[in-house]
């Protein structure tokens, strides 16, 4: 085939495409960034989210609760939904814990007396893992920490929970 | 534990820690009317969704394998063998407690050629899986698994 039938020869078709393809891979990489700086809503949201539990704080007692909440997350690619559980009470001058049931030794899901026998303390069923009221991890069971806690915040008498953060109270 | 690099890596450190096995099995087709199709790909939704949860409860001790798929049209006889491989590679690795979960009623019928154990479970019935009834029924259906799992333990 001769250069006069191809309107466009194969060096330019190659060089079109290639600008093209790498034009597109600039404006796709550059955009996110671009909305990041544009975009509030697009930002990382700090720490300081709450989230609302559903949970009367006159209703919760001295005994620990199970408290169940879910809110949207933005993670990288999509927004999904996250369901959270907390074990929720009110220590003796009246201020409300709520923990993290996640075990510390490989992540199973505590419950308050669970298990037999365990009265006053969390157990986990994987591995016999047990936790004082407080969260303080009983020597001797697999743990090595106290359980996380979430941060509280108390708004119209309502509870809200925040960030998981190491346990305060222990 | 589930199979993904980070999780694996746990296992990897606390394999004796991880004594027991989930599995589920789904079954997939193509051909088939609209709403055959549909309920079969619903099911597999489900079923995943389900196994998550499961695992999330309970993942410092257990393993969610990959989901064991097979052809609908596929005479299960052919699979049984290949289920009992997958059973037989992971209590090599030391599971105790192998548990293979399933909607399709035909593994009933083959529970005795299974060497794992074969927790086949009625489809909850609910519409649209993301609704809040569903996540109800679901939520229910997941404490009573996760009940019969510690029972195994417990054994
Ligand atoms: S995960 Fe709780 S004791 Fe091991």
Redesign the pocket.
């Known amino acids: 085939m001769s250069d006069k039938k191809q309107p466009v020869s194969r060096r330019q078709f190659l060089n079109y495409t290639l600008t093209g393809v790498g034009g597109f891979m600039a404006a796709a990489m550059l955009s996110p960034m671009v909305r990041m700086a544009v975009d509030p809503v697009l930002q990382p949201k700090e720490g300081g989210e709450f989230h609302a539990t559903g949970t009367e704080v006159k209703n919760i007692t001295e005994e620990p609760t199970r408290v169940d909440f879910s809110y949207e997350q933005q993670d990288a690619w999509y927004v999904s939904e996250v369901s959270k559980t907390a074990w929720v009470y009110k220590n003796e001058s009246g201020d409300v814990i709520a923990f993290s049931p996640i075990?510390k030794?490989?992540?199973?899901i505590?419950k308050w007396e669970g298990g037999q026998g365990n009265e006053n303390q969390y157990y986990?069923p994987?591995?016999?893992?047990l936790y004082e009221k407080n969260g303080e991890n009983v020597p001797g069971?697999?743990?090595l920490a106290p359980l996380d806690q979430y941060k509280v915040k108390i708004q119209d008498g309502m509870l809200y929970l925040g960030e998981v953060i190491p346990n305060k109270v222990v | 534990m589930k199979w993904n690099g980070q999780d694996v890596s746990l296992y990897a450190q606390s394999k004796e820690?991880v004594d027991t096995g989930i599995v589920p099995l789904i079954p997939y087709s193509l051909s088939g009317s609209e709403k055959e199709l549909t309920q079969l790909a619903n099911q597999s939704e489900l079923l995943t969704l389900f196994m998550k949860e499961v695992e999330e409860e309970y993942r410092?001790?257990i393993f969610l394998a990959p989901s064991f798929t097979y052809l609908k049209e596929t005479s299960i006889d052919k699979e049984i063998e290949r289920i009992n491989e997958w059973a037989e590679r992971m209590e090599a690795e030391g599971f105790k407690h192998l548990l293979f979960f399933t909607f399709d009623q035909q593994w009933k019928k083959a529970e005795r050629k299974l060497n794992p154990s074969l927790i086949w479970m009625p489809i909850p019935q609910v519409q649209d899986i993301h609704n809040e009834e569903a996540k109800k029924v679901l939520r229910s259906q997941i404490e009573q698994v996760t009940e019969l799992i510690t029972a195994y333990w417990q054994e």
């Open positions: 075990c030794h490989l992540g199973c505590v986990c994987c591995h016999g893992g069971t697999p743990p | 820690f410092g001790r």
